[in-house]
């Protein structure tokens, strides 16, 4: 087994496909999408409308950025409430439009600032939880890197969930986890193990649906296999009703933590 | 046997505790808490009296079952699912032993209580969390109690009150942690999209993963004065962005400002203020 902390180190890497590497080299005609129409555009998430084997998808993707400086204006793909915001507004459109919705997701968490938090970080995951899990159209979720958190969160709450599998999908940072337990982030890759966030684990407890081979770093092979499961998903995803997709969703994320208690009732 | 000994009148005064018992000992040495806030040191039993208010307003933090007291018509609190517990799901290091130590401080079996009650005479379904239970961390027990007391709420054409106080998602139950925030928020979406009523009462501290799940998703939100409601601790993004943090940054009073809550309730209005919300949205087959 390789080790999990080894596996956050791939996934944080420089050297990985970005989420609009993900979006170009899967889809054709991407054509970007700005803005939250409350009070900004947030360059850490992007959207937008793409075509996939003639059918029309909106796209949506967390963006790290390739060099120094695009890096600093995606703020690392931490993003702001302007960004949940924007993606929930594109995710509506496209209920309203009957076009699915994948998004990919790539963050070590919604963003730590001043800014973020005055505008309600906490509300915009929030909204976007309660209103993906009942959008009426289909939407699938894919962590190609980092899924930290809460702020990974609030982009994956879809009717499947796939992994890349040097992706990492996890409650807290191993660095933190090993701060809180050890009081040192010296510690983070017995934190890493102990966290469970590897894909084969995600797998296991059934948080994602699919593995997605990275083909030994072939990324041209990734993207084409990535392009036809995207489009078989579709075909299963396209004739079903509103009620039949928010209900298999519901029941999706129901089960996590379900246990086989019956209800006891007792006079306090 | 029994009843002559409980009969039976003391013969001297040793039996009774002696002569010199001192009598109002307890009174003379009670203990005082200091409010963080303004320095005062209040008696215990005024303390409690008080609601844990100190006289400058101060909330100190109070137990669920303490809330219950307050918020709830006497005698008409039931309580739902009040046996499930954690278990070590991913075998996380020290878990079992920390779960262990809170279910006997704490007195709980977990991080929050359930169940139905009255309000000023309307019926609810409600929630309150346990700050003495790792800080009111949801984990899959907690996640699940909530999910279910909406279903409840639905089935039932209940409205929901909610108080919460949380650490967020509890970080030794990992993503399953994490999944309770998607499944918690699919819940209150049914119970709204039914028409149904959710007040949230926020009370110091709640953060993370609750924050950014059913703690925001209220119809009414309020809060409870001073109390810090954020996404990401203060500390954290003290480390992040480096510089001093504005004044009453993530309290209350400024989450009112930004507009992200309806109001803010002292403690001893709180009862009045929610009976008051809970009868104007009585459905009009309910009425009367």
């Known amino acids: 087994m390789r080790p999990a902390y080894d596996i956050v180190k791939a996934a944080r890497s420089k050297d990985r496909q970005t989420g609009l590497n993900f979006i170009n080299g899967i889809f054709k005609d991407f054509i970007e999408l700005h803005g939250d129409r409350r009070f900004a555009d947030d360059p850490a998430i992007v959207g937008g409308l793409a075509m996939l084997q003639g059918a029309a998808y909106t796209v949506i993707a967390t963006e790290k950025g390739r060099d120094t400086k695009s890096r600093i204006r995606r703020n690392f793909a931490a993003p702001h409430p302007e960004g949940y915001r924007k993606a929930l507004r594109l995710m509506k459109q496209a209920e309203k439009f009957r076009r699915p919705v994948v998004c990919f997701v790539d963050t070590s968490g919604a963003y730590c600032g001043i800014g973020a938090e005055e505008r309600g970080q906490g509300q915009a995951i929030a909204e976007n939880l309660m209103e993906m899990m009942a959008l009426k159209t289909p939407v699938l979720s894919i962590l190609i890197g980092e899924g930290g958190s809460g702020g990974a969160l609030a982009l994956a709450v879809a009717d499947e969930v796939w992994m890349l599998e040097n992706a990492i999908y996890s409650v807290i940072s191993p660095e933190s986890c090993s701060n809180i337990l050890w009081r040192t982030t010296e510690r983070a890759a017995e934190a890493a193990e102990s966290l469970r966030l590897t894909a084969a684990d995600a797998y296991q407890l059934g948080v994602v649906d699919r593995i997605i081979s990275e083909r030994g770093g072939d990324v041209q092979r990734m993207f084409a296999a990535l392009a036809a ?36 009732e007792a006079e306090c | 046997m029994g009843l002559e000994l409980f009969f039976r009148k003391p013969k001297n005064e040793l ?53 219950l007291m307050y918020l709830t018509d006497r005698g ?31 007195r709980e079996k977990e991080a929050v209580i ?40 639905t089935e039932r054409e209940l409205p929901v009150l909610g108080v919460t106080v949380s650490g967020g998602a509890r970080m030794q139950e990992g993503t399953l942690s994490l999944m309770q925030m998607a499944k918690t928020s699919g819940a209150v979406k049914r119970h709204s999209d039914r028409g149904l009523l959710y007040i949230v009462l926020l009370t110091d501290p709640t953060t993370g993963g609750v924050t950014a799940s059913f703690a925001m998703q209220g119809d009414i939100i309020l809060a409870e004065p001073g109390a810090t409601v954020c996404f990401t601790g203060a500390r954290i993004i003290e480390q992040t962005v480096r510089k001093k943090l504005p004044p009453n940054f993530q309290k209350a009073e400024t989450m009112l400002q930004h507009g992200f809550i309806d109001m803010i309730v002292p403690r001893a209005e709180q009862w009045r203020v929610i009976s008051k919300l809970l009868m104007m949205h009585r459905r009009k087959e309910a009425q009367g």
């Open chain 1, 229 to 264: 499961d995207i489009a078989d998903w579709y075909k299963k995803m396209r004739d079903k009703t509103p009620d039949e997709l928010t209900e298999a969703r519901y029941a999706r994320f129901r089960r996590f933590g379900a246990r086989p208690f019956d209800a006891q």
């Open chain 2, 15 to 67: 039996e009774k505790g002696g002569r010199g018992r001192p009598r109002n000992a307890e009174m003379e040495y009670e203990l005082t808490v200091a409010c963080p806030a303004c320095g005062y040191e209040t008696p215990q039993s005024a303390l409690i009296e008080n609601l844990h208010v100190c006289r400058c307003g101060h909330c100190f933090r109070m137990s669920a079952r303490e809330r």
């Open chain 2, 76 to 106: 008409t609190f039931t309580e739902l699912w009040g046996d499930m517990e954690s278990e070590d799901i991913l075998g996380f290091p020290g878990y079992p032993d920390k779960l262990e130590s809170m279910r006997i401080t704490s």
């Open chain 2, 114 to 153: 359930c169940g139905t009650a009255r309000i000023g005479g309307c019926a609810c379904a409600l929630f309150i969390m346990e700050p003495y239970f790792m800080m009111g961390s949801m984990g899959t027990v907690v996640g699940e109690k909530i999910t279910r007391l909406f279903e409840y709420a």
